[in-house]
């Protein structure tokens, strides 16, 4: 956790913690997670193109 929160705060983004969840993705039976890609945006700087 430590390392994930210096990488986060070095790239300017936060982490959401999910207790007891683990690495959550949508493989996993998560379903899709559509507002990450808003997040991404924010900390890259440019619009993702979403494939599906």
Do not use: C
């Not at 790239?11 to 493989?27: C, M, Q, Y």
Request: aromatic share 8%; charged share 25%; net charge negative.
């Amino acid at each position: 956790m430590e390392r994930g929160y210096a990488l986060a705060e070095a790239w300017g983004g936060s982490i959401e913690v999910v207790p007891g969840g683990g690495h959550l993705a949508s493989d996993d039976g998560f379903g899709q997670w559509d507002h990450i890609a808003t997040v991404i945006e924010r900390i890259a700087g440019r619009i993702l193109e979403i494939r599906t």
